[in-house]
């Protein structure tokens, strides 16, 4: 997404609906990538229209459960600091005995998908739909939660009611799009861009998702329009900069890539993920520890990751620069960090394993393998058994993409 990802935050305006629908909009600053766990700590979060207000409390409800209230605001702080894990069983204790049931049942959800827990996440959304909450939060939540449990069809219904209640939203598709390149699902993924470019025909970001998935499909000659649409829509942006670095480097011209992110990071456009494309062409450029081009990569890359620490790319590519100077601590740290935000990416097995090896650490090594050998046989069944227009998506996810 992700996808590749824009992860921006935006902030609330309407606070008068901020306590009752918290994880409703909440939501939309974590879930740009479904495992992007640190955005949660800046608190920000955007305005998504279609969220509801707080369902009107009765006065016995202020008498209610005191623990299960005490409960519901414990996890709604860890949910906000991104510990969603630990907020997990505190919003269960709660859900059903506070007054405002919406607020414990929707950060539930939000806390399963982002553990990856879609398949627990999915019912509790369901219900509160069905309950009266058919709104943008819970539909486009849902649908990222189809997503994760690889139920496509349905994933695309939710999105398309998102759609129709907020047709105009860019970062709906956004969101959604980037779940799917989370979830290496390229072909849903241009599926959803294209329905939000029937409704915002003139968005660079959504064009720039559109021909990332069509490069990831091995469609680049077609991509190209939509890069190029990308930049000049947004000319000067950090899009226009991701762009032209990202089309560079489908192309393979390496040092236009490098070039290109030199120039937006110069001008200002210190966006972590054109410090990770700059840190990732240099590294396929042929540089060598001990060379100033080696140190500017590892700059841009430390500063990638102290920017957003939940972009798999980043720590990735970071990973492999110490893995490259043999800094093998540091590397096993970053690549482990890699494969918890994305457990499908089998790039970051083989030099996770490399450096496992060369700590001596052979068993470690042996089981990081045999967790690739079983990611490739995954694969294989997924293009063997998927209907013929769904191939190409699967096909291309077992190779490594640019961020």
Do not use: W
């Amino acid at each position: 997404m992700e996808i590749t990802k824009t992860h921006r935050l935006f902030r609330l305006t309407k606070c008068l609906i901020r306590d009752a629908v918290f994880a409703g909009l909440f939501a939309a600053s974590v879930l740009i990538s479904i495992r992007a766990k640190a955005q949660a700590n800046s608190g920000s979060m955007p305005n998504l229209p279609g969220a509801p207000n707080a369902a009107p409390r009765a006065a016995d409800d202020f008498a209610g459960d005191t623990q299960a209230e005490a409960e519901l605001q414990q996890g709604t702080a860890l949910t906000r600091s991104g510990k969603f894990a630990e907020a997990i069983p505190h919003l269960v204790a709660s859900r059903g005995r506070v007054a405002n049931n919406y607020a414990a049942s929707f950060n539930l959800a939000l806390c399963y998908v982002a553990t990856g827990q879609s398949q627990r996440a999915i019912p509790v959304l369901t219900d509160l739909r069905a309950s009266g909450h058919e709104n943008t939060a819970v539909n486009n939540l849902l649908a990222q939660a189809y997503i994760g449990d690889s139920q496509d069809d349905k994933a695309l219904e939710s999105t398309r009611r998102a759609a129709g209640l907020s047709p105009s939203n860019e970062k709906l598709y956004m969101f959604v799009a980037d779940a799917c390149m989370a979830k290496q699902n390229y072909a849903l993924g241009l599926q959803i861009v294209d329905l939000g470019l029937n409704n915002l025909p003139n968005s660079a970001r959504l064009h720039f998702e559109r021909a990332m998935f069509l490069s990831l499909l091995d469609q680049f000659d077609n991509a190209k329009k939509d890069f190029e649409l990308a930049r000049s829509l947004a000319p000067d942006s950090d899009i226009a900069f991701l762009a032209a670095a990202q089309e560079s480097m489908f192309e393979g011209n390496i040092a236009e890539a490098v070039r290109v992110a030199r120039d937006g990071i110069s001008k200002g456009h210190e966006n972590f993920m054109l410090l990770t494309l700059l840190g990732e062409a240099l590294l396929r450029s042929g540089i060598a520890p001990g060379q100033p081009e080696f140190e500017e990569a590892r700059r841009a890359l430390e500063k990638a990751v102290s920017q957003r620490a939940d972009y798999a790319n980043s720590q990735l590519t970071l990973g492999k620069l110490y893995l490259m100077e043999g800094q093998l601590n540091d590397a096993i740290i970053h690549l482990e960090a890699a494969r918890q935000l994305n457990p499908d990416n089998t790039a970051i097995y083989s030099n996770l394993a490399t450096a496992y090896r060369k700590q001596g650490k052979n068993s470690q090594a042996h089981d990081v393998l045999e967790m690739l050998a079983k990611l490739n046989r995954a694969q294989a069944e997924k293009i063997r058994d998927a209907p013929g227009d769904r191939k190409s998506s699967y096909a291309g996810t077992s190779r490594e993409h640019d961020p």
